[in-house]
């Protein structure tokens, strides 16, 4: 971690400080950079909302609410630590979309010369209001930089809209576009491992590698969201951002040096490569699904249309599966299998890389069928690597025989004496470092909007209603199909 003294101090600024991500996710994750002493002494976090509150009445909830998430996790609690925090806190009641009162603002941040980041932790709908309100109290230097959350838009021409309001105040490199799966350790070692080990690096394409599966299913339902999801959908949700950053990662070219603008334009490369999913191929490419009344550790929970405020007739999906190809020269051929869900039967994401099998077994008299090594990369719950493969039974029998090993890199076990960070602490440390390459560019952003409005213009084109599943299964039926029609199958 990095220590506050080698970095400025600051103003952070929360649009939206008590919503559910703010008190969630960023408070306690500012709370933990605290602890770590990654925070410059001098540094205030602004707390921004409409609820009419006083300070006190602010941090009760706050301290509150990061001792309850402590003890959740199973932490002690450094109350030294938690005092330093409560000594940074400063809230100011806003209504976020009325620009003659960001006067009031103007004069809580006045009390310090900090330069500042602003944290846009409400609806992308008013982010163009948040703008307009801190350029008219005069608010907006070129030290100053905005987190942005997804998702930004819902469609490429409304992800322009917003990004063009952002962008008419703050230029693109003060513009952090956040997507958490980018704040992983699991994901930030993919880097490592691919880059560092040559084991890897000359395997890593076409000719090594059969087919990729990633995952990423979530037990949970809509989680009293309905008015943001029905709206939305695991396409919108998930896969234009996480599991297509996730993607690039994967299969982008070595990147010249760890620049946000290498990294970044290797990435938008991937994007760019994605082979169109539209009208005349979406159903062999594609699918989607709803889940059902069902049962999830032995509770009964409803189907996604007895959820409440869920209309009665909606057509939003909750599953989807993808068979995404790449066209460049490194991943011809090569299916990535992308799938994602709610109320799957746990919370579980991964990366399965499967390379090709041997092509002549010379143990057949102990092992008919030689598997193919298998590279699991474990993003969630249990973060780690593991690799799959053969080994030799120990003995002195003369026949040899041999087994399926794995090779397992569990992060909390391997480093027992650190704590695994989680991803928000990591990407608001980058932005106070004013690093963007774990963040998302507007390229990048508007080419995963390109990619995933074909798919679902091709859904609306072709009417077909999304497929039932059973809440605590594994997809719809078609799911399983779209991936046996090569002779190969998911993990779980």
């Excluded at 006083?54 to 509150?64: C, H, R």
């Excluded at 992308?124 to 987190?147: E, F, K, M, Q, W």
């Excluded at 990369?377 to 003369?398: F, H, T, Y």
Aim: hydrophobic share 40%; aromatic share 8%.
């Amino acid at each position: 971690m990095t220590k506050s003294s080698s970095q400025p101090a600051s103003e952070i600024v929360i649009f939206g400080a008590l919503g559910d991500l703010s008190r969630r996710k960023l408070l306690l994750a500012l709370y933990q950079l605290d602890v770590c002493d990654s925070l410059h002494s001098q540094t205030r976090i602004v707390g921004v909302a409409r609820q009419e509150y006083s300070l006190d009445e602010f941090k009760i909830i706050v301290l509150g609410n990061i001792r309850e998430l402590i003890k959740g996790v199973n932490e002690e609690l450094n109350e030294v630590a938690l005092t330093r925090f409560s000594a940074r806190l400063v809230y100011q009641q806003l209504d976020m979309e009325n620009a003659v009162a960001y006067k009031y603002l103007a004069s809580t941040l006045a009390q310090s010369n900090n330069s500042r980041i602003y944290y846009f932790s409400t609806p992308p709908a008013i982010y163009g209001d948040i703008c307009n309100g801190l350029n008219h109290a005069s608010l907006i230097t070129s030290a100053d930089r905005v987190v942005m959350e997804k998702p930004i838009g819902d469609c490429l021409s409304s992800s322009k809209v917003i990004n063009d309001q952002v962008a008419r105040f703050f230029t693109e490199n003060q513009i952090y576009r956040i997507d958490h799966y980018l704040g992983k350790e699991t994901v930030l070692n993919l880097l490592v491992l691919r880059f560092a080990n040559a084991l890897f690096t000359t395997n890593w394409d076409r000719n090594s590698i059969d087919h990729v599966q990633i995952t990423v299913a979530e037990s949970v339902g809509i989680e009293k969201r309905a008015s943001f999801y029905d709206k939305t959908g695991q396409m919108r949700d998930m896969i234009q951002s996480h599991l297509l950053q996730i993607l690039s990662l994967l299969a982008m070219e070595p990147p010249a040096d760890l620049s946000a603008e290498s990294i970044r334009a290797e990435k938008l490369k991937v994007v760019k490569a994605l082979s169109p999913i539209n009208r005349t191929n979406v159903k062999n490419k594609t699918v989607r699904g709803q889940y059902s009344h069902g049962f999830l550790n032995s509770v009964e929970v409803p189907s996604y249309l007895n959820e409440e405020d869920v209309k009665a007739n909606s057509n939003t999906e909750t599953f989807v599966a993808i068979k995404a190809e790449i066209n460049n020269w490194r991943w011809s051929g090569v299916p990535f299998y992308l799938r994602t869900g709610k109320r799957m039967p746990i919370k579980h994401s991964e990366i399965v890389v499967h390379f090709k099998a041997q092509p002549h077994n010379i143990f057949k008299r102990s092992y008919r069928d030689l598997p193919a090594n298998k590279l699991t990369i474990r993003l969630q719950p249990d973060e780690g690597v593991e690799l799959q493969m053969m080994n030799k039974i120990p003995g002195i029998d003369p026949q040899m025989y041999i087994q399926e090993n794995k090779l397992d890199l569990s992060f909390s076990d391997t480093y027992q004496n650190g704590r695994i960070i989680d991803a928000y602490e990591r990407l608001l440390l980058e932005v106070l470092n004013g690093n963007q390459s774990l963040f998302v560019s507007r390229d990048e952003v508007e080419a995963a909007w390109t990619w995933t409005d074909s798919i679902i213009d091709a859904w609306a084109f072709t009417q077909e209603l999304p497929k039932p599943y059973a809440a605590g299964t594994w997809g719809p039926e078609s799911s399983i199909n779209l991936i046996a029609r090569d002779n190969r199958k998911w993990e779980k």
